[in-house]
């Protein structure tokens, strides 16, 4: 949905839903990768309910392992989990060519 949000907002030149969709963004894309860093469970997802332990494996497709790079749909299937990923590199592209660079701020 973040894809389809940058690409309307930049085709409509509506810069208040640019920001809305691409915090939308930095605040997602933390959920539906796991790092390391993030600690024992991955991060929950934003605006969301689900912050337990039991809650968060259960939304992540039941996965108890963690490891760098996991997504949170990599248990449903690849299908989704690539379509993810290629969501969110969409919207860092697209934020890249209006002169905001996502990528620097997830390397940090």
């Known amino acids: 949905m973040m894809d389809a949000a940058v690409g309307?907002?930049?085709?409509?030149?509506?810069r208040a839903t640019f920001d809305r969709a691409v915090n939308t963004w930095r605040a997602r894309v933390p959920a539906y990768i796991y790092l390391p860093e993030d600690?024992?469970?991955p991060v929950p997802p934003p605006n969301g309910t689900k912050d337990?332990?039991?809650e968060i494996i259960?939304?992540?497709q039941g996965q108890t392992t963690f490891v760098a790079g996991l997504?949170?749909?990599t248990c449903r299937d690849f299908g989704h989990t690539g379509w993810g990923f290629e969501a969110a590199?969409?919207?860092?592209?697209?934020?890249?060519i209006q002169g905001l660079d996502l990528y620097a701020e997830v390397q940090e």
């Open 8 to 14: 309307i907002a930049v085709f409509l030149d509506d």
């Open 89 to 96: 590199s969409h919207v860092a592209e697209t934020a890249w």
């Open 52 to 54: 337990t332990p039991e």
């Open 58 to 60: 259960r939304y992540w």
């Open 71 to 73: 997504a949170q749909e």
């Open 39 to 41: 600690g024992p469970l």
